[in-house]
């Protein structure tokens, strides 16, 4: 299978037509809800409503799309409560985070209302003789492959745009998380935009390789956007290179955040901190290696042990909770192997790397240093709370470490200077780099790896014309 880690979550009774996808409360272990899933029959039909309205929804005026992405968000935030509680319910966010998360898919309503008709205004282009004009064009049905971590946000900021382009939406789901998309399938239909528009594939693990292949292949779908793991990343792209669609990969990540020795360590540690217990560790552009000086290693690793062990872990609804549980059972495993595996290969593990006892699939905060090459945690993306802790002689020494991976999505540099931070910065192979701050997306900015993170870029004005036809008329 090329899904394999979307396959928790789904139950199968001995007939494949019983089968249900059925979600669990990663906090208790309980089982939420069990839904039913989708034929080849029910694909090709749910196709076929999304072009028909598809057809219809591309010579809407932008004024009239403007108008129903407002009233998208406003939704979003009079029902900021009940989304968060579902997303917290579903994967174990921190409730606090899951509201911040539904309020960010407002945000991105708010923006591509206000600035997509300006972002595909036709430009005019002096040619010899003529006139030149680029169009920016809908291409038809989207295809979206979303992961469970952010369930609301992964799919506003694909959804949005593609939509306010004149484009129609077909998304292929994280099963854990399925009650996130209904919520979102029926949010756009609430909103009042054509009931086929933006469509959610409800897919069992045994047929999600094939149908994902139907639908890439199918005339229907134009483009395929996925974020996820690199080797879902892999797979998916093999498929639209096949069938000569386009597409966009926001995958894995391994982000260095480097710390130089004129720093403010205080500040650095809250940063760092913070970016790498973000919806407890679960997040590609979360901090993983921190690259520190040697004349301030010792005083930074004191400083984020001290901040790790102080993040309380426990109950999602619980509004001192800063660590949640891990989304699944097999991840959290999956992350416990990597820190055995690098202690046993040398690193030194300063405070949690314990499996907690009891119900809920809960990872404590995990500081490890002395990090070196060999080691599992300095090549490989942790999905969880582990920080990794690798000591440099300079800034040379410190550039070469970042750029020692396959990934290249997110990286940081802390210093007082900024001059010499963003040298350094121009130097990082990634796709985003803050500087005395942590990697976050936002609507403004255009978001995006390089390497084995992926390829195209989401958001701002970029994001919208990765799935428009750029016509060149010539008069």
Known sequence: MLFSDYHHGLIFSHSKLNAMIVTINPATEEVLADYPVMSQGDVEAVLHQAEQDFIQWKSVPFEVRRNL???????????KEQHAALISREMGKPLSQAAAEVLKCALICDFYAEHAEAFLQPEEIAVDGSRGMVTFEPLGLLLGVMPWNFPFWQVFRFAVPAVMAGNGVIMKHAPNVTGSAIAIEDLFRRAGFPPHLYRTMHIAFEEVDRLTGFMIAHPSIRAV??????????????????????????????????VLDDADLEAAVTVCAASRLLNSGQSCIAAKRFIVHTRVKDRFEALLVARMKGAKMGDPFDPETEVGPMARGDL??????QVEQSVRDGAQLLCGGVMPEGKGYFYPPTVLSGITKSMAVYGEETFGPVAA???AADDA?????????????????????????????????????????????????????VKQSGYGRELSSYGIKEFVNIKTLCF
């Open 397 to 449: 020494e410190m550039v070469r470490i970042a750029n020692d991976s396959p990934y290249g999505l997110g990286s940081a540099v802390f210093s007082a200077d900024i001059t010499r931070a963003l040298a350094i910065a121009r130097q990082l192979e990634t796709g985003n780099c803050y500087i005395n701050a942590m990697v976050k997306s936002d609507p403004r900015l255009p978001f995006g790896g």
């Open 69 to 79: 992405m407002v009233r998208l968000g406003a939704l979003l935030r009079d029902e």
């Open 225 to 258: 956007s996925l974020t996820g793991s690199t080797a879902a990343g892999m797979a998916v792209a093999e498929k639209a290179g096949r069938a000569l669609k386009r597409s966009v990969m926001e995958l894995g990540g391994n982000d260095p955040y480097l």
């Open 332 to 337: 959290r495993d999956q992350l416990h192997h």
């Open 389 to 391: 802790i690798i000591e």
